[in-house]
Structure formats: C-alpha cells, structure tokens
C-alpha cells in the first residue's frame, strides 16, 4: 500500500499484517508516517494505491457512506485522550451511542455508559468535568469512549506521550487488560520503546515511509537486523529489563 499527499510520497509500499486478538506497537521517528499510516488504516484516508483488508474487505475502494460503517469496526484512543472538555465524563462516554444508536432507550444509554465507567474504575466521577482528572483518569475516559461502540479493534496514537512513568506503566496494564478483556486487536503508535517491550506482541519499525524491521520487540533489539538494534539503543531501554506484560 502506498500513500502520497502531491509530490510528497509518505508512505512507500507498507505490506502489514495484523494478527486478531494481538497487540501491533508502530515504532518510528517523527515523520517516519506512524499518523498517516494510522489514519489509512481506519478508514480516514484513502491510500494512493493498494489495499486495506479489514476483516476480508478492502477498505481503500470504498465510498464515504460506507466508510462510515467500517469506521465504526475501530475504536480511536488519540493522543492527550482529546475529550471534549465542555462535557462532564458521562457526556463524553455516551457521545458515540447518541451518535450511533440513536435506538436505544434513554435507560438503556445509561446503563451502558455507567457499567463502562465502572469496568475502567471511574465510577463516581460521572458528573466531573474533564479538567478535574488527573492524566490517567483522562485516558480513561478516551478509552471508555472509544470502547462503547463495541469496536473489534482499538488503535491509539501515542498513548503514553505527555505522561510520567507511573502513568505510562498505568496506560500500559490498560492497553493489555482492555485487549484481553474485551478481545480486541491493538495497534499502537509508540515513541515510548518501554512500553513497546511491556505490551507488543510485534513491533514494527517505519523509517521514512517504510516498514525496515518487525519482530517482537526482543528480536528487533537483539536480531540480526542493524537498523533496528540501533533504533532500540538509542532509546536507551534494555527489553530485559522491561517486565512484559505479554506471553
Ligand atoms: N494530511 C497531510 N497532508 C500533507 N502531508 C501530510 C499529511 N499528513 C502527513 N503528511 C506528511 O507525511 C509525513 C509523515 O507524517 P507525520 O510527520 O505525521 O509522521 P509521524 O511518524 O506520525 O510523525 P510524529 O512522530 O511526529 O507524529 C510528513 O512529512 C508530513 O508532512
Ligand atoms: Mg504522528
């Protein structure tokens, strides 16, 4: 698959397989194309040429209409939980289900929205606004969102960035209790290679609009691969002394 904005080709033939039930990381320096990619992915943009397979259907063809629909295949976890900040928690985490499932009861949103909240440990902070959380209680709320439609897979932008260690680590047990939990498939996009070694079950290194190293995040820092050994020292993380929370 390949993707261009004009002259400017970003990203330059990606062939990527996403296992089911399992946790992608994307790894890659800034404007490697981690976002663009992402945003192909889920159906936000349309790439320039080949295919994106989503459950045996090829995305790319598909007009807005029915975009929409896969759109909703995926929940979307954005950098900095991106809540809307004029609403209180609960309005944020039932925005999707009046958007769409216009069918249920009032009741019945309510329920959904209150058993969510409880599930991610936010129960009781229904009515606070969102600049009365704390860091990781705001992606909290941005997952409960992304989560109440149902999605079969969960793709988040840096989910870690902008946060201390001990919320990162947070963020981490998050990502995977939520994978098992809800059996979802996970495609993150990381700066953050600690995290990477606690929950990927494969990383992908992209430089320059081109997948150049995948593997688990142990035979990406100790393989044969130059490139990405490099990339991984340089974070100055040694993945023996990350503890996965993973296999
Ligand atoms: N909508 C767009 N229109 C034009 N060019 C774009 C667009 N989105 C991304 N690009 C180009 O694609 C390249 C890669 O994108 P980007 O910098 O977002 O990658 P990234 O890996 O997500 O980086 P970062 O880690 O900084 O978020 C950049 O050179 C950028 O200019
Ligand atoms: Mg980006």
């Known amino acids: ?21 399992e ?4 790894i890659g320096g800034s404007g490697a194309g981690k976002t663009p990619l992402l945003r192909l992915l889920i159906g936000l943009d349309a ?12 995305i790319a063809p598909l ?5 929409n629909r896969v759109r909703q295949t995926f929940g979307m976890v954005f950098q900095y939980a991106a809540l809307l900040d004029s609403l209180d928690v609960f309005e944020n985490v039932a925005f999707p289900l009046r958007e769409h499932r216009q069918q249920l009861t009032k009741r019945q949103l309510e329920e959904r929205v209150r058993e969510m909240l409880a599930t991610l440990g936010l129960g009781g902070k ?11 209680q705001r992606k909290r709320v941005g997952l409960a969102r992304a989560l109440m439609l149902e999605p079969q897979i969960l793709v988040y932008d840096e ?3 902008g946060l201390d260690p001990e919320t990162s680590r947070m963020v981490d047990d998050l990502i995977e209790e939520t994978r098992d939990r809800f059996r979802v498939t996970s495609v993150v996009i990381s700066h953050d290679m600690a995290s990477c070694f606690r929950i990927a079950h494969r990383a992908y290194l992209l430089m320059d609009g081109r997948v150049v190293a995948e593997g688990t995040p142990s035979e990406l820092a100790d393989g044969d691969n130059a490139i990405a050994r490099e990339f991984i020292a340089k ?10 929370l993973v296999d």
């Not at 040429?49 to 989503?54: E, M």
Request: proline letters at 6%; a negative charge.
């Open 63 to 67: 007009d807005e209409l029915e975009l």
């Open 23 to 26: 946790t992608a990381v994307i």
């Open 235 to 244: 974070s100055g993380v040694a993945p023996e002394r990350v503890r996965r």
């Open 159 to 161: 989910p870690t960035s």
């Open 126 to 136: 229904e009515r606070h606004m969102p600049s009365e959380l704390s860091g990781g």
């Open 47 to 58: 790439p320039t040429d080949g295919h994106i397979w989503v459950d045996g259907e090829d």
């Open 1 to 21: 698959m390949r993707k261009s904005f004009g002259a400017n080709e970003v990203l330059k033939g990606i062939d990527i397989r996403f296992r089911r039930h």
